[in-house]
């Protein structure tokens, strides 16, 4: 040691920036390998996405006062509005068609099922009116990979929705 100078102990600032930063890295990486969490939180997230998308379609509906209804398939839904004297697809992105991973599936508990007769336009099963009434429905949505876990999106005729988690 020269005379004068002090040794001091520890690190210096760039050093432990190098040290966090490359913990950071790491910890992105893991994240990144552990996926999506499986087929049950894929589940949840699409349950939570369609409630969400039905929630803005209503709200969309009470705004520009026409009735919005929602087409639901095995395994896809589309959005419709009201134009005149029928149904048409949504032209809003947000409302665009969805399909489901796959594996995934929908299935509609309603008191009347839209039916589709040869030639004839399909009604919407699920109809949001712009007085922020909805027409009462029950909707499953379910997956073949998540041992019969499956969510429940409810509506009433208030305009009230419910996601609930039904455990076999």
């Not at 890295?25 to 994240?31: D, E, G, L, P, S």
């Not at 008191?111 to 949001?128: C, F, K, M, N, T």
């Not at 379910?142 to 039904?166: C, K, P, Y």
Request: aromatic share 6%.
């Amino acid at each position: 040691m020269r005379p004068g100078t002090r040794q001091h102990p520890g690190f210096t600032l760039v050093e432990v920036l190098v040290v966090i930063l490359i913990i950071g890295i790491i910890i992105n990486f893991a994240t990144l390998s552990l996926g999506n969490g499986g087929p049950g939180e894929q589940l949840k997230t699409e349950a939570r996405r369609l409630t969400s998308l039905i929630e803005l379609a209503a709200e969309e509906a009470q705004l520009k006062s026409v009735p919005i209804g929602v087409a639901i398939g095995d395994s896809n839904y589309r959005f419709l509005r009201r134009d005149g004297d029928r149904w048409v697809e949504s032209d809003a992105s947000v409302f665009r068609e969805r399909k489901l991973p796959e594996g995934m599936h929908l299935k509609l508990i309603a008191e009347r099922r839209a039916v589709e007769a040869e030639g004839e336009q399909r009604l919407p099963d699920i109809l949001l009116f712009s007085s922020g009434e909805m027409s009462p429905f029950e909707l499953d949505v379910s997956s073949d990979l998540a041992d019969d876990d499956r969510f429940r999106i409810t509506g009433d005729e208030t305009g009230t929705l419910a996601l609930q988690h039904v455990t076999p």
